[in-house]
C-alpha cells in the first residue's frame, strides 16, 4: 500500500485495514449509515469519507480480478475472486443502497449546487429505483457464470506446427501472404471454439435466463431496458442504437464493400474468404514493428510524449509502478482492458501482445484510458472518477488517433502503409460493431425464442453487414462466431459505445488536422471532468459534438475514405 500511503492516505479508514473479508467493511458501512449529518459540510465530509470506503473496496476486488485475468489457470488466484464476489461484495450492496436512500433525502433537505452535483444525485437515484434485494444473489452468480467464460477461453490453446500456442499467438499467421497459412491458422481457431461450442451456448442460455430474471425483479420489461438503465443511458435509447445500426447498413457497408472490392481484386481470387481480410491486399509482408514488450512499451512512450509531453510522463510513472501486464502466454485471458486500482487511483493495463500493428493500437487505446484515470484522480468523490463509457472510449479511441502523425518508429518507411489500414479498420469495425449490438438487442428482447433461433439471427447479421465474405463451407464456424467477442458474455451491451466513440474519435482527429496543440488541449479538457457532466457536455469539452445519426456518420465516413483514397 507504499503508492497509497503516499499520495491519497487514508483518513477514514484503518491504515491496515483489509477488505478481503466482509468483517472489516462492514462497521464503516453501518457508520456511514448512521451518522448524523446537519450541515453541507458534514455531507461533503460524509460524501468524501463513502467514496474512500467505497475505493479501499474496489481495490481489492480490482486486485483479484485482474490476477485472475492474468493467469486464468491458477485456481488460487480463481478461488480468491470468486471468494470475494461471493462472499465480500454482496453484503455490501444493503448497505449501498441504504446509504444511497440517505443521499436522497439530504440532497432535498439541503440545497445542493446543482453544477457540482447534479450528476451525483441523478445517478443516485436511478441507482435507488433499480436495487432490488432479491437480484444480490442472481448478480452474485452472474459474475460466476463470467468467470466460467474467462476460464474455457483463456484455457484454449492449438498446436502448430508442433508448437502449443495462444490463439492470440496464432492470430498473427492470418497477416502471412501465403494463404494456405492464413486459412490453416484461421480454421485451427474456429475449430478450437467449435472444440467448446455447445459449453458456451449452455452457458449463454444460463446467462441469458438470469439476466432476463433480474429485470423482471427489477420491475424492468426485459434485459435491454434493465441494462440501459443501469448503465446510466440518459442521453439515448434502445431505439437510436436500432437507427445507429441502420445508418451504419446504408452508409458504411456500401464502403466496407468498395474495400472488399479493391482488396479481392488485388488478391486475385474470386471470393474473399475469412482469412483474406488481415493480409495486406498488395502481399506485402506483415507489419512487425516489435518483437519484446518492453519495445512496444518504449516506442509507446516515445509516441505519448510527442503528442503530449504530460501524459508521456503519465505513461512512464506507469512502467515504473508496474501496472502494465501486456504479453500473451498459455493461461492467460484473452482480449486487453484497462482497470482502476481505486485506492492507488492507478490504471493497470493488460492485454495480449505479440508483436503486430494491432498490439501497438491496442497499447495507445488502452493507454488513452489510462490518461483518463489518470486525468480524474485528484477527484475527491469516487463517482466522478470515472466517465460514461461512451466518452470513456473517445479517450482512447482519440488517443489511437492523436498518435497517427507519430507512429513513423514503430512503422518507418511502411508508415503510409499502417495508418491506410488504421482508417480501413475503422470503416470494417462499424458493420462489426452493428453486428455485436443488433445481436444482443434480438436476444435479450427474444428471450423465449432460444438458443438456435438466436444463431440464426446472428448468421442473418453476417449476411446483412458483412456481404463481402465468402462463407460457404463455413456455416457452422459462423454460427458460433460470436462465442469469440467477450462483451457479449461478460460485459452485456457494452459495445456500441465503441461506435458512438468513435464517431468523436474522428471528430478530434479532423480537429487535429487543423490544429494539432488546441486539439490536444481540448482532448484533455474532456478526460479532466471525469464523470462530473453530462455525455453531451463532456464531448462538448472534447471539441466534438455526441451524436451518431447518419447525418454525423455519413460526412465522417467520407472524410475517412478521402484519406484512405
Not at 459540510?41 to 476486488?61: K, T, V, Y
Not at 440545497?111 to 444473489?137: F, G, K
Not at 494456405?180 to 480454421?187: D, G, K, M, N, Q
Not at 518492453?294 to 510513472?317: K, Y
Amino acid at each position: 500500500m507504499a503508492d497509497a500511503t503516499a499520495e491519497f492516505p487514508r483518513q477514514y479508514i484503518e491504515a491496515n485495514a483489509d477488505f478481503g473479508e466482509w468483517a472489516t467493511a462492514e462497521p464503516y458501512f453501518k457508520e456511514l449509515v448512521e451518522r448524523s449529518i446537519s450541515t453541507v459540510e458534514e455531507l461533503e465530509r460524509w460524501l468524501i469519507d463513502i467514496s474512500e470506503l467505497e475505493a479501499c473496496f474496489d481495490e481489492e476486488g480490482t486486485k483479484r480480478y485482474t490476477a485472475m485475468t492474468c493467469q486464468t489457470d491458477d485456481e488460487a488466484r480463481q478461488q480468491a475472486y470468486l471468494h470475494f464476489i461471493q462472499n465480500v461484495q454482496p453484503h455490501a450492496e444493503p448497505w449501498r443502497d441504504k446509504i444511497r436512500r440517505k443521499f436522497v433525502e439530504l440532497a432535498e433537505q439541503f440545497d445542493l449546487p446543482e453544477q457540482r452535483y447534479e450528476m451525483l444525485e441523478r445517478s443516485t437515484r436511478n441507482a435507488v429505483e433499480l436495487y432490488r434485494e432479491e437480484n444480490i444473489p442472481l448478480l452474485v452468480k452472474d459474475s460466476e457464470l463470467r468467470t466460467q467464460y474467462q476460464a474455457i477461453t483463456g484455457a484454449m490453446t492449438v498446436t502448430y506446427h508442433g508448437e502449443e500456442m495462444t490463439l492470440q499467438q496464432l492470430a498473427r499467421y492470418l497477416e502471412e501472404t501465403d494463404r494456405s497459412v492464413r486459412e490453416e491458422a484461421y480454421r485451427l481457431t474456429v475449430d478450437r471454439y467449435l472444440e467448446d461450442a455447445d459449453k458456451i451456448d449452455a452457458l449463454y442460455v444460463e446467462m441469458v435466463k438470469l439476466r432476463h430474471q433480474i429485470a423482471l425483479n427489477a420491475d424492468c420489461r426485459d434485459y435491454r431496458e434493465y441494462v440501459f438503465r443501469g448503465m446510466e443511458r440518459f442521453d439515448y435509447a434502445p431505439e437510436d442504437c436500432l437507427a445507429f445500426h441502420d445508418a451504419i447498413e446504408r452508409v458504411v457497408v456500401p464502403a466496407a464493400k468498395k474495400l472488399a472490392d479493391v482488396r479481392r481484386e488485388k488478391l486475385g481470387v474470386e471470393t474473399l474468404r475469412p482469412w483474406d481480410m488481415a493480409v495486406d491486399p498488395d502481399l506485402k509482408p506483415p507489419l512487425r514493428p516489435f518483437e519484446t514488450s518492453d519495445e512496444l512499451t518504449a516506442g509507446c512512450s516515445r509516441i505519448f510524449h510527442e503528442v503530449n509531453p504530460e501524459l508521456g510522463r503519465v505513461f512512464d510513472t506507469l512502467r515504473e509502478r508496474d501496472v502494465l501486464d501486456l504479453d500473451s502466454r498459455k493461461g492467460k485471458a484473452p482480449g486487453g482492458y484497462q482497470a482502476t486500482f481505486s485506492e492507488r487511483r492507478l490504471p493497470f493495463i493488460f492485454m495480449n501482445a505479440v508483436g503486430t500493428e494491432g498490439d501497438v493500437r491496442t497499447l495507445l487505446h488502452e493507454g488513452g484510458h489510462a490518461f483518463h484515470t489518470w486525468a480524474c484522480r485528484n477527484e475527491p468523490f469516487i463517482t466522478y472518477r470515472s466517465a460514461p463509457i461512451e466518452f470513456a472510449e473517445v479517450a482512447s479511441m482519440g488517443m489511437e488517433c492523436l498518435s497517427l502523425p507519430h507512429t513513423n518508429d514503430f512503422f518507418g518507411e511502411d508508415t503510409a502503409r499502417a495508418t491506410r489500414r488504421f482508417f480501413e479498420k475503422i470503416v470494417t469495425f462499424f458493420p462489426f460493431m452493428a453486428s455485436i449490438d443488433a445481436f444482443q438487442h434480438y436476444v435479450y428482447t427474444h428471450v423465449d425464442d432460444g438458443i438456435d433461433a438466436w444463431k440464426d439471427y446472428w448468421q442473418s447479421l453476417t449476411k446483412r453487414f458483412a456481404p463481402e465474405l465468402d462463407l460457404s463451407g463455413l456455416e457452422r464456424g459462423d454460427r458460433h462466431s460470436w462465442h469469440r467477442k467477450l462483451h457479449i458474455f461478460e460485459v452485456p451491451f457494452y459495445y456500441v459505445e465503441y461506435g458512438i466513440a468513435q464517431l468523436g474519435a474522428l471528430q478530434i482527429w479532423q480537429n487535429a488536422q487543423k490544429d494539432y496543440t488546441q486539439a490536444v488541449a481540448e482532448y484533455r479538457n474532456g478526460l479532466a471532468l471525469g464523470g462530473s457532466r453530462p455525455l453531451p457536455e463532456l464531448f462538448a469539452a472534447a471539441g466534438c459534438k455526441f451524436d451518431f445519426s447518419e447525418g454525423t456518420l455519413r460526412p465522417l465516413i467520407a472524410a475517412v475514405m478521402e484519406e484512405i483514397a
